[in-house]
DNA sequence: GTGAAAGCGCTAACAG
DNA sequence: CTGTTAGCGCTTTCAC
């Protein structure tokens, strides 16, 4: 055990600096040598020291991100989120500093002890504390969301003021004239987290174009919630026909709810969920969606992120074109 | 930027030796000149970088996390250990490393190469795989669950033998003769999931020796699984007046399930969950639980692993005595 | 195509 | 109580 680089460079009957080059691939070596060291490496077990690594090259081969593991926000997703950058890290050959959101010094601890080489930010807000503290590190920052101002940072989500216009305009297709979306709870409306503002403002937007009636309810996370949700809706726009749903957690209690006020789904009212594409075809009745695809997030946050290691790339924003897939819950407005 | 230990050192005039002492404070200094290099480490901004550190003292600060972030498994209780761990961690001056289930070379991987100083395990299985490349690493390893041969790990865990009995016990004292365990789904049961297979263990020993009649269903963690199950036990045991609940997701629908089938909760049947104690609170009716104590144990797990980290204890096993809440979902049996 | 050697920034003897 | 110094294990010039 604790084989060093020079246990093998002696093993292979090589310099130490042969077998660095051997496993970097950062210069050419012949064949037979390179074939000596790799039969010493693997003889011996060497692993090489992150430490040491990391210190000579100022490479650490890890990434950070700053997950919000709050419970008020849906963890399912988040989950989703974090697998997919976590897979796509390994991919790119680095590992995962978990950083939890409550711990903004975080980001400045693990960034100027050089414990990572780029950082991953999940659950922006409209005017994040933490963008400012990003553009002051040296290491490449990559926002899952999307700030008012980005300052410079690379930014990457899936378009959801397109996702609220998608679902609108679904609707107005299928003849329904008065929409409704269920949103965020009111805590992350608060916040004015990002994604929560674009999803109302495309809403907003469609409903308008198109010369609908809507209006927006917030939603809490739970059963409770989402019966005073659905009620207030219908409270206020008696005759609803098209109901849009971006609140994976309340989604099954709204659906339930609208049947006990004995609305049909879809024959009296119509639902667009706005969640992953599982939670979706998991319920009861399989609903019409516009897929948050939280893996194919993450992975694409990881790769601007070690793009950016790399070479001194300039930053940019990526938003993933929403897309709908018709299931049983949507249908020709009634009457 | 980049200040190093030395800029420090020649800021506050003294030696480096002395700087790296004040900040470790592993030798006595004295006021004045601490004071002096506190306020150059102030006035400088200076960050002791982490790979310099790990390579000269064998200490990363790091703590490797293995947690099973699948989807069948519940997320909602995957996350409560995952901050608990996290929040602990933080308390002992460590950050983490996330690693997925899937990664068991991940484990040698990042012990092999010094990049934490021990390694948090979750979702144990009887056999599982993983116990035996954890005993070849020099890193302390502590296990959240409990393999069939912890072999000379530590290991930490709710007591869920303890947890299936003392549910049993209180629905035999409220007068119930026939009582249920809707368990864990087929998947996590076929992978002998240790806490699954320990909980039916105390469900079906306390039942013996109160002599009362019991089944044992699995159940899947979305609705249809749960009315499945509940459909069977009522198949098998038609006056069935007593059920243990230890799923999570399902546990709505369970419910739910019970009342569409005519039965009231807790008139007809009483209901124990065995579930972290805000998901048995924020259920429509409040249920009475046993506590699945998440965010203690990660933290526990993080104690266990930091001692071990500094001095050479021997493994231990700890076990935390379940605690049951009386609430809205049981009462005296019926007739 | 390969080697020798100078650091990377810090800790921990050892020496006063 | 403080300073000097020898590494920790690796990468990367520079030299051949």
Redesign the pocket.
């Known amino acids: 055990m604790?084989t060093?680089?020079?246990d093998v460079a002696r093993a292979a009957?090589?310099?130490?600096?042969?077998v660095?080059?051997v496993?970097?691939g950062?210069?050419?070596?012949?064949a037979?040598?390179?074939q000596r060291v790799e039969r010493a490496v693997r003889d011996l077990g060497?692993?090489?020291?992150a430490g040491?690594?990391a210190?000579?090259?100022s490479r650490t081969n890890v990434l950070a991100l700053m997950a919000p593991l709050r419970v008020d926000v849906n963890v399912n997703v988040i989950m989703q989120f974090v697998t997919g950058v976590v897979t796509a890290a390994r991919a790119y050959d680095h590992d995962v500093l978990l950083l939890t959101a409550d711990e903004v010094a975080g980001l400045e601890r693990v960034a100027s002890r050089s414990m990572v080489d780029a950082l991953v930010m999940m659950d922006i807000e409209a005017d994040d504390p933490r963008v400012p503290v990003l553009v002051g590190l040296r290491q490449p920052a990559v926002l899952i969301g999307l700030p008012r101002d980005p300052a410079g940072l690379s930014c990457v989500d899936l378009d959801f003021e397109a996702a609220g216009r998608l679902a609108v305009r679904h609707l107005a297709r299928l003849g329904h004239r008065r929409v409704a979306l269920l949103g965020s709870p009111r805590a992350v409306l608060e916040r004015h987290t990002s994604y929560a503002e674009r999803m109302l403002r495309g809403f907003t937007q469609e409903v308008a174009d198109a010369g609908l009636e809507g209006v927006f309810e917030p939603c809490e996370s739970d059963m409770a919630g989402a019966v005073a949700s659905v009620d207030r809706v219908l409270e206020r726009l008696p005759d609803v026909t098209g109901l849009v749903v971006h609140n994976e957690v309340a989604l099954p209690w709204v659906v339930a709810t609208l049947r006990e006020r004995g609305r049909r789904v879809p024959d009296d009212v119509s639902v667009v969920a706005v969640c992953p594409a599982d939670v979706a075809t998991n319920q009861p009745l399989p609903l019409t969606s516009v897929d948050i695809p939280a893996h194919t997030i993450g992975k694409v946050a990881v790769e601007m992120a070690t793009a950016r290691i790399e070479a001194d790339q300039p930053a940019e924003t990526r938003l993933l074109t929403p897309v709908l897939v018709e299931r049983a819950s949507t249908a020709a407005a009634p009457g």
């Open positions: 604790a060093t680089i020079d009957g090589v310099s130490t600096s042969t660095s080059y496993l970097s950062k210069r050419p070596i012949s037979p040598t390179r060497y692993r090489p020291h040491a690594r210190l000579a090259s």
